[in-house]
């Protein structure tokens, strides 16, 4: 990640380890693991379609159509921090995906709110460039 000295450094730790959490969760498939790194309801503006998930089960209800039947893991790329305060992250990143043969699918980019609610540091709602 680049970006100039941030004011909130521990805001900024803890929203990068919800990103590194939720890739983790998200190559295992590890529903529990996801569902950790995300406050519900959750939305997800992709294009002008805004989806908002109220609970982790309609979350993961169409979990695997959005990344693609020949999708097999992802990655994080290129993590900019946008602005950051004590409650607050908004950080760019680009996401990859890849099939099981390790070719890149698709890459976009991807704005994430990461936000401390009830304790707890998640993703909050993500804005992204995706097709789906």
């Given at each position: 990640?680049?970006?100039?000295?941030?004011?909130?450094?521990e805001a900024v730790?803890?929203?990068?380890?919800?990103?590194?959490?939720h890739i983790e969760?998200?190559?295992?498939?590890?529903?529990?693991?996801?569902?950790?790194?995300?406050?519900?309801?959750?939305?997800?503006?992709?294009?002008?379609?805004?989806?908002?998930?109220?609970?982790?089960?309609?979350?993961?209800?169409?979990?695997?159509?959005?990344?693609?039947?020949?999708?097999?893991?992802?990655?994080?790329?290129?993590?900019?921090?946008?602005?950051?305060?004590?409650?607050?992250?908004?950080?760019?990143?680009?996401?990859?995906?890849?099939?099981?043969?390790?070719?890149?699918?698709?890459?976009?980019?991807?704005?994430?709110?990461?936000?401390f609610e009830d304790?707890?540091?998640?993703?909050?709602?993500?804005?992204?460039?995706?097709?789906?």
């Amino acid at each position: 990640m680049t970006s100039p000295d941030p004011q909130y450094p521990e805001a900024v730790a803890a929203a990068l380890a919800v990103m590194d959490a939720h890739i983790e969760g998200l190559n295992a498939r590890d529903q529990a693991a996801i569902a950790a790194t995300l406050h519900f309801p959750h939305m997800r503006l992709s294009g002008t379609e805004l989806k908002v998930w109220e609970t982790e089960e309609s979350y993961f209800s169409d979990f695997l159509l959005r990344a693609g039947d020949d999708w097999d893991h992802s990655k994080f790329d290129d993590i900019q921090l946008l602005r950051a305060s004590e409650s607050k992250v908004h950080l760019d990143a680009e996401i990859q995906r890849f099939n099981s043969s390790g070719e890149m699918i698709t890459n976009f980019r991807s704005l994430w709110v990461i936000t401390f609610e009830d304790g707890r540091w998640a993703a909050k709602m993500r804005s992204s460039f995706a097709k789906t």
